[in-house]
């Protein structure tokens, strides 16, 4: 059976690429143990001992109409991961003007709160995933980061939140 995000998303995928960042008042605050400066402590991946899950988020300002909120990570220090959900796209239901985003784990399909994969992580062969690709740079220090957008039930794009650093790795 074909889920709701799955029946917007074909249509959306030109207008996620296109969309550029919103001047509204859309915010994300990433929750502990995440503050932004390093990866925590074994929030990588398996190929480096890690056990790595989203980071928990709490987005304020979500615009009214949408129905999703969509999650990009990325490598930014890493060329061909460091855009577009490079480190996988998870799409998860809005539940209000402030929506907290809940840690799913790595390389699985099987999300908590209704959420689900949108696209996988670009990784291939080792680094290949089902789902989110956790940091694995081997702790050379690669900055690593999310873009959220806001999505209508149509698949328009209302907000866009874009480089929320999640951490060095």
Not at 6 to 29: N, R
Not at 148 to 163: R, W
Request: proline letters at 8%; one cysteine or more; a neutral charge.
């Amino acid at each position: 059976m074909r889920t709701f995000l799955s029946k917007i998303l074909p249509s959306t995928c030109v207008c996620f690429m296109a969309a550029g960042t919103a001047l509204a008042d859309m915010s994300v605050e990433l929750q502990a143990p995440w503050g932004g400066r390093n990866i925590p402590n074994g929030q990588h991946c398996a190929l480096q001992g890690g056990h790595g899950e989203t980071p928990p988020m709490q987005v304020s300002g979500v615009p009214d109409g949408a129905v999703w909120l969509i999650a990009e990570f990325n490598d930014k220090s890493y060329r061909p991961l460091s855009r577009n959900g490079g480190h996988g796209v998870i799409g998860f239901p809005v539940q209000g003007a402030v929506t907290t985003l809940p840690a799913v784990p790595a390389n699985s399909t099987n999300l908590p709160g209704g959420a689900q994969v949108v696209s996988a992580g670009r990784g291939t062969g080792d680094y290949a995933s089902v789902g989110y690709l956790p940091p694995c740079s081997g702790g050379a220090g690669n900055r690593y980061s999310v873009d959220i957008k806001a999505v209508s039930s149509d698949g328009q794009v209302l907000e866009t939140v874009t480089n929320v650093i999640i951490g060095r790795y």
